[in-house]
Structures are given as C-alpha cells and as structure tokens.
C-alpha cells in the first residue's frame, strides 16, 4: 500500500503509487486476537495513529470525525468489546476514553488542538 499527498495537500492511498514522487509504502497489519498483540510499538511507526475509545463515547466519535475529515488512517480499539483493546488501555492504565496514540505522543480525551499540535510533531500537515 502507498500513500501520497497530492499538490492540493490532500492525502491519497492505493496499491501503486501512480507516478507520484513523494510515495511513501505503507505496512498494514490485521490484528485478530489477543495473541496478535503489537501494540508496543514493535514495528508500528512514528506517525502510528491510534485510537482507544468505546462506542458509546460522544468524545470519540468527535475524535474519530476530526481524524476522518482530514483524511488521517487511525488504528481504532474499543476497550470494551475488544481483548487488544482491553490489554492496551490496562497497560496504559486508562482512566477513560479516548486515549489518542500519535507515535510515542498520548492524549487523554480530545482537545482538537492538542491533536493537531501531536500531527504535526510526527510530519502530517
């Protein structure tokens, strides 16, 4: 998988780069159980975005939105109906959600902000 930013700033995904310069290759990993844990940072990169939430968290899905609309891939886990999910936020001893992964960055609850402060640290723009 590629991504690429196009000249109008907008970022693009696709399994070829299509002529782009500024291509960069994208690993991507399903994660099925608890034993597929790789959450610690083992061969996710600097620019890693994850998100701990629930479903029923207005906060969330406003941190979901502001990601989506600007076009950011984040990696979600509900730490209530999933076991990487659950083991992540005890590991990181949650004290509620969402729990904002940008990298080595975290974020308790969302500040839009604090996010976009958090993006740009790890080179989104």
């Not at 989506?68 to 659950?86: C, H, L, M, N, P």
């Not at 083991?87 to 996010?115: C, H, S, W």
Request: aromatic share 10%; glycine share 10%; proline share 3%.
């Amino acid at each position: 998988m590629y991504k690429w930013i196009d000249a109008e700033g907008r970022i693009h995904f696709s399994d070829n780069p299509v002529g782009a310069t500024n291509a960069e290759e994208v690993k991507i990993r399903t994660l099925t159980e608890a034993s597929d844990v790789v959450l610690e940072g083992d061969d996710y990169g600097p620019r890693e975005v994850k998100i701990l939430s629930t479903t029923w968290c207005g906060v969330c899905k406003k941190a979901k939105n502001y990601l989506a609309a600007k076009g950011i891939y984040f990696s979600e886990y509900d730490v209530e109906t999933s076991d990487i999910g659950r083991q992540e936020y005890k590991r990181l001893v949650g004290k509620g959600v969402p729990i904002i992964l940008v990298g080595n960055q975290r974020m308790d609850g969302f500040t839009a902000n604090k996010l976009e402060e958090m993006l740009k640290n790890v080179g989104y723009p």
